[in-house]
């Protein structure tokens, strides 16, 4: 059982994400400003804040600020504010997540989840990277059973799906072309002109990111090529 | 060009024509009669023509009796005076009775006429001059004769004294008949003097009239005599003529006969030769006509009266035959040959005239435009080319008497070619006027006009303009007076006080063209773009100042407006995105109401279709706001690239991987040719693919459903030409510079999804990163193209 804070000056906003909340289970407080929800975290024992930027007294910014001093729960940042700006100040001031309004909800459950899951899981289940087994982030590829796992949830994939995963995941940061893919993959010199891989990588990214279109691991360097990100 | 060369051929032509049709003068009657088809003889021309030889060949026979004894003339023809007077009612006895030889009156009329006073006359009669000795001469005389300057008073006493010793010689002469001027001595008729005859009936009463009688009738003879001569030639001579006469009177005598021998029957003669004869018989006063249409103008009677005859036939006629040259053959020759010169002539003036009026309307045209082409001459001033015409004109117009004054060949070609020129000159001339008067510049471009506008801009900036006059005025008056001085006094100090002034005055004026060009270099920095560029003004004076001033306030004015476009832009862009900020959060509540409602089981498919809607209306609603935010922040260039190099053929192969279940959804076909080695550009790596991005989807969204889309990378050295082609489901009825403007799609009815800022978001974003962007619409055929500079 997971407390969760919910924090915006819009009311309804506030009920809408705990109708979803309450459906998964959670247990939901609210605050409908920034010192509100740094009261509540000091009086009741929270796992998880969601917390909107523009709000009076006291905005996200400031209070993830002063809640990041004493504390180091997940905290999920949801604006309407949707500036790459916005994002990078916010992940860059201690929040775990960044969601821009208006949010798709079950993406918002599914962010909440990983969150909570690395938070409760990090440390005891410390699945350490050896010989067979590769992870970054909540991704983790078990090379001897051939499976795959989102924040502890298997993924099923294609044998290929399942190659080129590996392929990235093994070289974590590093920058694939097409063609590379293509060579690696198939053992054969790429004919070039052909979207096979490219294909290949999206089905993996609807299949291993919450929202493809905003992908955490799987990223699409345009004109370059793609990589797997190191978290 | 050519109906100009066709009117100066026929320019020339005329004026040749004109020349030869000078040598008769046909009246325009005669001319209309040639037109009209009549022959010569049936002509009015020819008709006043043989009534005047007739008229003359009467006139003829009344000197004949003057001048001839037998039709012959006869110098010792004895005549009186009477015969020659104009009125013979009351003339002098003398004049009436004393007989002259006619030789001596035709003699005498040929000369001057000899008059001296009959108190000369007298005096010479009564003591001569040689036999008689001037001492028996009355002193009175003597005195008259060595003092010319006498005066009245005196020669009327003298006048007195000899009338009165007249007197007492038996002769009654008053001393006012003395005074008259009388014929000298030496004019004696056959038996007397006129001084003779006056002493012999002792009567000088008539002197006077005798002597005025005199003189008219040898007037009178002179002028007879010239035309009996002429006349004789014409009429009397048998081959030299055209015209036949033939009179007979009654007993058979012939009077008259220029035709041939006596012997020859007339009637036959006539009939034979003459085609248009007319025969008068006095006696029975009838006439008949030979081969001739009979006309009242030719049975005038009185025509053919001869005095002191009664019974007589008069034959007239010309020989048609025409043997001799004459008035008449030549007036024959050019009765046929001018009709067909003047019908030529006409018709070359009327081509002339409708060359001219051609030339006039078409002047300073061209195929090519509208406009009025002025050439060189046309932009002289309009006095000066006006003069030019006048001088032309009056050269063709004085070119013209000399024909007149001189009939040989060598002249008239001469003539012929000034005229041709001349009026090849003054067509072009006249069409110059023409071309000034089409295109407006008659009057813009005269001195007059040219002078009234100086004057008018004179008047308007009179404030400048009479300070300058005034100004170089008093610098005339100042330095030619202080020079005045130096050259009468030769006084240094006034030189010297003169190369100061000029000195300070061309120092001001240096000062003036630095402090201009500081002015110009400043506007030239403004215009440039500088617009914080300011004129120093501390030294600068006067009008300078102000002027510099002004630029400066220009500069700064248009600095602040830039200025705040720019702020404007920028407020623009900020208060969309707080806009789309406020928005989203109402925006947010709906979406998830509405997904929460999806979410309770509703049975009612009516209810189910409504949130349906909702639905998808409030996640377009989403779509549009975070694209209007983009396209504001991207039009007003609000976004920071991060340029890196970028295969352009993994873009599209990532791009189509991106796409290719959209478009199988629609059963679109790619058609891909692109290069198989990597093609790189300059660019940002999300913005490019937005751009591809936004391509695509355009493609998805407005292509139509199973046709085929063109996907072409072509590269070459120094560009990447990328291109999509699609067929559009809708009708594309808009221009293609519209379908990047903002909020426009294809489809005018929006009933499709989508921002309609896809493509404006792309054309911007492609600008930004240093690229074209360019659609081509040709009825449903859409075409996008862009093109980036190769980069390797």
Known sequence: MFNILVCDDDKEIVEAIEIYLLQEGYHVLKAYDGKEAIKALEQNEIHLLIMDVMMPKLDGIR??????????????????????????????????????????????????KSQLRRFTKLGNICEEENGTVYKTGGLLIDDERKTVSVEGESVKLTPIEYNILLLLVKNKGRVFSIDQIYENIWNEDAVGADNTVAVHIRHIREKIEINPKEPRYLKVVWGIGYKVEKI | MIAFLIQQVLVITTVALAFYLSNIILSIDDIKEAMSGKSYLESQYFKDQLINKIYSANQFMDYQKDFEVAGEYNGNKEVTISQFLNDNSEMSQFSETQIYSLQDLVDWSQGQIEMISLYEALTDYLYGTNNIEATSKPATVMDADADEIDSDESLTADYKTFSDNMKSLGIAVTSDMLQIEVPKENYLTTKTSLIDYCLENDDFSEIEKISMEMQEALNNIAEE?????????????????????????????????????????????????????????????????????????????????????????????????????????????????????IIVLVVSMLIILICFIYLVAVSGRSDKDEEIHLNGFDKIKTEIGAGIGIVIGAGILGFFPINSLNNRLS??????????????????????????????QLWKNSILYMIIKWSRIFFRYRKVTTKIVILYSAFLIITLGLLDIVFSDGSFFMLLVWFVFVGVVGIILLREAVARQRIMNGIEKITSGDLDNKI????????????????????????????????????????????????KTPLTSIINYVDLIKRENIEDEKIKGYVDILDKKSQRLKNLTEDLVEASKISSGNIKLEMTKINFVELINQTEGEFSEKFGAKGLQVIKTIPEDSVSINADGRRIWRVVENLYNNIAKYAMENSRVYIDLKADKDQVVFSVKNISEHPLNINADELTERFIRGDVSRSTEGSGLGLSIAKNLTN?????????????????????????
Do not use: W
């Open chain 2, 411 to 440: 002249t008239q070609v001469l003539v012929i070619g000034v005229m041709g020129l001349e009026s090849m000159l003054f067509t072009l001339e006249f069409l110059s006027l023409t071309k000034r008067i089409k295109a407006g």
């Open chain 1, 63 to 112: 209070a993830t600020l002063q809640i990041r001093q004493s504390s180091s729960i997940p905290i999920i940042i949801l604006s309407a504010k949707s500036e790459d700006n916005d994002k990078i100040l916010g992940l860059n001031i201690g929040a775990d997540d960044y969601v821009t309004k208006p949010f798709n909800p079950l993406e918002l459950i599914a962010r909440v």
């Open chain 2, 536 to 583: 120093d003004v501390t030294d600068l004076k006067g009008s300078n100042q102000l002027l510099a001033q002004a630029i400066n306030n220009i500069g700064e004015g248009l600095h602040n407006a830039v200025d705040a476009s720019m702020r404007n832009e920028r407020l623009k862009t900020d208060l969309i995105t707080n806009v789309s900020h406020d928005i």
């Open chain 2, 768 to 792: 930004l990163q240093k690229g074209t962007f360019e659609i081509y619409l040709d009825g449903d055929l859409f075409r996008v193209t862009i093109t980036f500079p190769r980069v390797v």
């Open chain 2, 225 to 341: 005599y010239t035309f009996y001569n002429q006349y004789a030639a014409y009429f009397k001579s048998v081959d030299s003529s055209n015209f036949k006469i033939y009179i007979q009177d009654y007993k058979g005598d012939i009077l008259f006969n220029n035709c041939v021998g006596d012997n020859t029957n007339y009637e036959e003669y006539f009939n034979n030769n003459i085609s248009c004869g007319i025969i008068y018989n006095a006696t029975t006063n009838e006439f008949s006509f030979t081969n001739f249409i009979i006309d009242d103008v030719y049975s005038n009677v009185d025509l053919f009266k001869i005095p002191d005859q009664v019974n007589y036939i008069y034959a007239v006629g010309i020989d048609s035959r025409y043997l001799h040259s004459d008035e008449f053959s030549v007036a024959n020759y050019n009765y046929d040959h001018n009709r067909d010169s």
